[in-house]
Structure formats: structure tokens, C-alpha cells
């Protein structure tokens, strides 16, 4: 059977999905591993609003069934004065009667950010997106101490975990990615041995 690791974020610029599909390629390294890459919404303030179940392109919406039935989770988000984007948050909100049923309890999961600057919140914004990740009883993986881009990195990447610096240039440099497939394929053993 397959170990399904679900990569749910929200990207407004592009580079939260950039990294995303580096993540998965982590993930996909390891045998018996998927990467189910999912997205969420924007919020509006309109609550007339209401947007089509499916986007015009990437990934699909993710359903709370997604989250129930993935055995690993990577949340992805641009850091928003030092917290997840609205988006992201609105969707987790939602996910109370997982909390209730114990479905995400002891099931691995880690978080990813960019951010326009050094200093844009990559390491508070992380640490938010892990509480409601530890309220549903999930076990928090970061980024592998021994992964030598951690230590060579000039700009994103946390032991909390994988991150961007965003300073007008959307691509991630070369430590950057070594950081975000290290932290793919870690979560990915580790969403496999535990299951």
C-alpha cells in the first residue's frame, strides 16, 4: 500500500507552490511514497462569494478528507507579518471534528514558508502553522540536522523547516532545494516507518 503524504499550502505568488513541487520530489524519492499536492482558497471578505470547487489550474482544493486520509502532512505558506496566510488558516479552522475523532494523532508533519526578506517572520510563522498541528496530536518533523545546505544556506532554510527568501527572485537557490527535498523525503521515512 501506498503512504500518501499530503503537501497542502497556499501560495499567492508562486513561490510557496515552487517549493511544494521540490518537496514532493523529496518525497517521491522515497519507495512506497506519494506526494498528494493540494491547495486551499483564497478568503475573501465578501461573504457572498463563493469560488468554483476546482481551480483554473495546479493542484485541486483540498477536503478535510484529504487531511483525514494521509498518513504525513507538509503545510506551506507565505508568512503574513509573522503568521500562515488567512487562506491556509480559514481551511484548518474547519478541521474540528478531526481534532474530535483523533484522525491526524501520531501521524508525522512538518511546515514550509517564504517570505520577502531574512527577517519576514520565516521562524514565527513556522512555529504557528505547528500549533494546530500539535493540538491534533501530530509528531513535528523538521528539517535533517546533517543536511549540509542547512549549514551553507545564505538565505531560507530553518531547522523548523524548509524556507524561501523571496527578495524578488521566485526561484529557489541551490540550497534552498537541497533543503526542501531533504525535508521531503525525511517526513516521507518517516510517514513509513510509523504506518
Known amino acids: 500500500m501506498t503512504t500518501r503524504v499530503l503537501l497542502l499550502y497556499y501560495s499567492r505568488n508562486g513561490h510557496v507552490a515552487e517549493m511544494a513541487r521540490v518537496i514532493a520530489r523529496g518525497v517521491h524519492e522515497v519507495e512506497g511514497c506519494e506526494a498528494v499536492v493540494r491547495t486551499v482558497p483564497p478568503v475573501s471578505p465578501d461573504s457572498e462569494a463563493s469560488l468554483p470547487a476546482v481551480p483554473d489550474s495546479g493542484p485541486p482544493y483540498c477536503t478535510l478528507e484529504d487531511l483525514e ?8 505558506s507565505p508568512s503574513r507579518f509573522g503568521n500562515m496566510a488567512a487562506p491556509l488558516k480559514h481551511f484548518l479552522d474547519t478541521s474540528g471534528n478531526l481534532w474530535f475523532s483523533g484522525a491526524l494523532s501520531g501521524k508525522p508533519a512538518g511546515v514550509f514558508v517564504s517570505a520577502a526578506s531574512m527577517h519576514g517572520g520565516h521562524e514565527s510563522t513556522q512555529l504557528a502553522m505547528m500549533i494546530p498541528l500539535l493540538h491534533h496530536g501530530m509528531l513535528i518533523v523538521g528539517v535533517p540536522p ?18 524561501h527568501v523571496d527578495q524578488g527572485q521566485p526561484q529557489l537557490d541551490e540550497q534552498e532545494k537541497a533543503i526542501c527535498i531533504a525535508f521531503g523525503r525525511r517526513v516521507a521515512e518517516i510517514a513509513c516507518r510509523l504506518r
Do not use: K, V
Open 69 to 76: 486520509h494521509c498518513h504525513g502532512l507538509i503545510l506551506g
Open 146 to 163: 546533517e543536511t549540509p545546505a542547512l549549514r551553507e544556506t545564505r538565505s531560507g532554510g530553518t531547522p523548523y523547516g524548509p524556507s
